[in-house]
């Protein structure tokens, strides 16, 4: 199958490189790794019969697997606390500094996010996205982004600080 603008080597390349973090953008949504691949796979189908694929590929896979994501979970029709073991980063290698303790503490402050923050955070940091291509998958300004993911930096490391025992400044 070849799309207008891109080959489907060039498609499978992409599923490949940003399958991991996509189901991890998808668990922030659904809270249900499940769920969340659901999401993916079926966001990749729709995308595969297309008749031609988007100028930007990649903010179209994130919005289509948000509205895939928030489907199933709506479908679900049941809320899901976040896991005690929930991690976002669990696709990625940990960074060269990174150890299991400092993790931990990163996962447990993403869990007092709201939404929106936690979100924006994810799509920012994780998936390296820029604020006019969330703003772009949530449908709202990139001032709007600017600000859920300024408030949530802030508040997580608060509270990154306030669970190692530190004074936040």
Known sequence: MAFAGASESEVRQF????????VGYAIVLTEDHG?????VQTAFVKLM???SLPRELRPYMFKAVRNEALQQRQAARREFPLP???EVWWSLPPPQSANAES??????????????????IV?????????????QIQQVSPNTVASWHRRGMLKLRRRVMELEGKEPS
Do not use: M, P, V
């Open 15 to 22: 599923y490949c490189h940003s399958w991991g973090t996509l």
């Open 35 to 39: 769920l969340a691949e659901d999401a």
């Open 49 to 51: 019969n297309k008749d």
């Open 84 to 86: 005690a073991d929930f």
């Open 103 to 120: 993790q931990d503490l990163l996962h447990e402050a993403l869990k007092g996010l709201r939404k929106e923050e936690r979100e924006a």
């Open 123 to 135: 799509l920012k940091e994780l998936a390296e996205l820029t604020l006019r291509e969330i703003a």
